[in-house]
């Protein structure tokens, strides 16, 4: 069965220093992963996913499947960057499945 | 400006007193569901629709009904809610029938307390 697993709900780290952000799925196929944003006070959104390649905020996402990962990485954490973040694996054609979430704390 | 809205924001109901949760977009998309998001849990899809008429069970969908009847509307109906329907649920749109092939727009969220 399809699974999403972030370890860790909570993350502190201090400004301008890395962080990551973890994330591990349990999938048979082939797998299409997110990840959503959540700040404060503000509606779950778009971070990225891994089909684009691509760079938002700083942040990069690598799909390694011998792993079944898809971490979360920036290299200068800021303070902006507080916030709920949630791994997402699209399975099939139609479902979503999120993980816990990791809220995600940079210390000024 | 092109959003997701639910109604109400903010619910406190007794056990068994059927209630909708109203969800609409503005932006003509095809795709759109539901989620509950609980502490410990992250979010949890509870139905989706592909389009006007065409609806499908998510991970937990006991306990909730929908409907969509028009391609702006995916009202969430719980018949005779629970204490443990307590939760805070967002709506969710995307353009294409295919969800996660782009992006989804979330609304606001909904807090709902059953007692």
């Known amino acids: 069965a399809q699974r999403v697993t972030q370890p860790e709900k909570l993350l502190s780290v201090f400004k301008g220093a890395p962080v990551e952000l973890k994330c591990n799925y349990s999938?048979?196929?082939?797998?299409?992963l997110f990840w959503y944003v959540q700040y404060s006070r503000q509606r779950l959104q778009l971070l990225l996913r891994h089909i684009s390649r691509e760079s938002i905020k700083g942040f990069t996402a690598d799909l390694n499947k011998g792993e079944t990962s898809f971490h979360l990485k920036k290299p200068f954490a800021q303070e902006e960057d507080s916030a709920m973040y949630y791994c997402a694996l699209q399975t099939g054609a139609n479902n979503l499945f999120f993980g816990t979430g990791t809220r995600l704390t940079v210390i000024p | 400006e092109a959003q997701v809205t639910q109604n109400p924001r903010y619910l406190i109901t007794v056990t068994g007193k059927k209630l909708t949760v109203t969800c609409s977009q503005n932006m003509n998309h095809e795709y759109m569901s539901w989620y509950r998001q609980d502490p410990g849990l992250g979010l949890r899809q509870i139905y989706y629709?592909?389009?006007?008429?065409?609806?499908d069970k998510g991970d937990v969908p006991e306990g909730y009904k929908v409907s969509r009847k028009e391609k702006r509307n995916f009202p969430l109906i719980l018949e005779s809610p629970s204490p443990n329907q307590t939760s805070l649920y967002f709506c969710a749109s995307t353009p294409h029938r295919l969800a996660g092939s782009d992006t989804q727009y979330f609304g606001p969220g909904t807090r709902l307390t059953v007692l």
């Open positions: 629709s592909m389009n006007v008429e065409v609806t």
């Open positions: 999938y048979s196929g082939s797998p299409e």
